[in-house]
């Protein structure tokens, strides 16, 4: 070892130790007294390098990757490339000079990559290249909990006061957790994300946040939109699984379905103010009538019915016989009712929708040629365009329910559909990753919007109508492009199946809930769209500037390090100085 002056640079002694083993470890004591040198062993040295001891595991020996000192300065924590975390005394106050315990982390990779002693002495954390990290208790080396993520967990990081854990993964994600909620009681520290695949996404009205639920999980979760950020979690009445949620207008009420269970909460506090359930009746969807007063629900097995309650009571105000899949809520107390099937209708009900009222009940149809698979209602609730199974879209004015025109270009089923705010544009997606963007006024293709690998499963304009997010069934990513060209500009690789997608109508965030229990926020914001290069992995993500489409100029880049500006291959020769690239690069992060 060699001790150096950082102010004047000069080397001030050299230390040989007395093993002569290859050093790989330098650790000092927070209290400068104890310096612990690691190798295939460890020796304990002065701060001044001057040897004291030698700690040993009399039973086994293994390099040494991470080491840390307890907050007392009493005992010393190792890590080593066999997986083993080992406690040592360093023969101070109740711990004598002797390994004290030692234990082996599961899993097939084994080498300890990072490891963190928290502030009070009481937990382990430790990174071992697998898909979790772990805790443990630091008197005891026994498993308190995992912090499991999709890949490999490279890097852990600490807040100052030892209350949060970050754990840094190869799936390009960091996670916070609350050290302070592990216990029995509370065997997982996770505060960013549901313990299982996300059912619902909720937006308020008028606040930018937003309401989750996950399959098999007690509990909502409400975020902050803009920051990101988890604001709090409330349980669900009852401690049962929530999978569909509607809030009034106001922002004052929420309504939950949870098996033949219905509640009532008040928000923001979450207060029950009313249950209501009926014997062998499970709603499978449902929307609020717009004065908030009646629950429009679509009744599964064996029903199979429509049912309209009074919200105060729970009350069943009618029963409308038909079959539903999917409702939607219209302004003047109408609702479009579709019934959809993945297989063959031999009933034709599928080729049918309703528009029926509520109040009233009056019910008239929109007859198509064949299934209908997804519909969409314009901002101005004036117009319907339908995707179908014979590969067209049918357009029909919902005033004089009259049809309008008949789109046809796809080459298989029409899978997903939707309006641009400002009505002049419709995104079609088909099977086998087809995609459109049609002009509403002149029935024509705009744009073909090409590479996803699978059938489309969402298309969604963000609140501006500048972009439009889509996602495939099997493809693990967001695509987002521009609408006035039809250019890809971001590819969000997502690394799990996208459950549920929502757009903010406050600001431009859609908020994506994913199968491993994860909700993410995308800002759409014109100079920070990025895109994942071809071998992210490797090179990351790259910023464009305004709008700046992604083409195969995007391979041409060197990326130079962290800190500096990339920097184009054909820079360095010969050519036309005033020549602008296809795309021109901001910043590196």
Known sequence: MIFWDFVTGEAIRRVEDHKEFSIWVLQISGDNNYLAVHGSDCSIHRHDGKYLFDIEDPESSSTVTYSNFTSDNTRLITGNVSGEIKLFGLGVGDFEQKMIKKVECDGDAKQIVDLLVTPDDKYIIAATRQETAFVFAADTLNLVTKLPHITTVDKLAMTLDGSRVLTASEDKNVRVWDITKIGKEARTAHIDKHDNSVSTITLLHHKDEAITTAYQCNEFKVWDIKMGKLLRSHPIPNDKSCYEVVITSDDRRLVGAAGYQWFVLQLPEFKLLNTFKERF????????????????????????????????????????????????????????????????????????M????????????????????????????TKLICG????????????????????????????????????????????????????????????????????????????????????????????????????????????????????????????????????????????????????????????????????????????????????RKDETKAGNPKQKPKSSLCFLV
């Open 281 to 352: 009746v499970q709603p499978t969807h449902f929307v609020l009538t717009p004065d908030d007063q009646r629950l429009v629900a679509g009744i599964g097995q064996p029903e199979f019915s429509i049912r309209i309650y009074d919200l105060s009571t729970g009350e069943t105000i009618s029963k409308i016989q038909l079959r539903s899949t999917g409702i939607t809520m219209l302004p003047n107390g109408n609702f479009l009712n579709q019934y959809r099937q993945q297989m063959y209708d031999s009933t034709g009900k599928t080729k049918v």
């Open 354 to 381: 309703q528009m029926i009222n509520a109040y009233t009940g009056l019910v008239q149809e929109f007859s198509h040629g064949d299934r209908v698979l997804d519909y969409a209602v314009s901002s101005d609730h």
């Open 388 to 567: 179908c199974s014979d590969k067209d879209l049918d357009l029909w004015h919902l005033t004089s329910q009259s049809h309008i025109a008949t789109l046809k270009g796809h080459s298989g089923r029409v899978l997903s559909v939707c309006f641009s705010p400002d009505n002049q544009t419709i995104a079609s997606g088909a099977v086998d990753g087809e995609a459109f963007l049609w002009s509403e006024e002149t029935k024509e293709i705009l744009h073909s919007l090409k590479g996803h690998e699978s059938d489309i499963s969402t298309m969604m304009f963000s609140s501006d109508g500048k972009y439009l997010f889509t996602t495939a069934e099997k493809d693990l990513y967001i695509m987002v492009w521009l609408v006035v060209n039809g250019n890809r500009v971001m590819k969000y690789n997502t690394y799990s199946t996208i459950c549920y997608m929502r757009f903010s109508s406050l600001s431009n965030h859609a908020v994506v809930g994913l199968e491993d229990g994860r909700i993410v926020i995308l800002r759409v914001d014109d100079p920070k769209l990025a895109t994942v290069n071809k071998d992210d992995s490797r090179h990351g993500y790259r910023d464009y500037p305004k709008a700046a489409p992604v083409d195969d100029a995007s391979d041409n880049v060197i990326h130079q390090g962290n800190n500096r500006s990339p920097k």
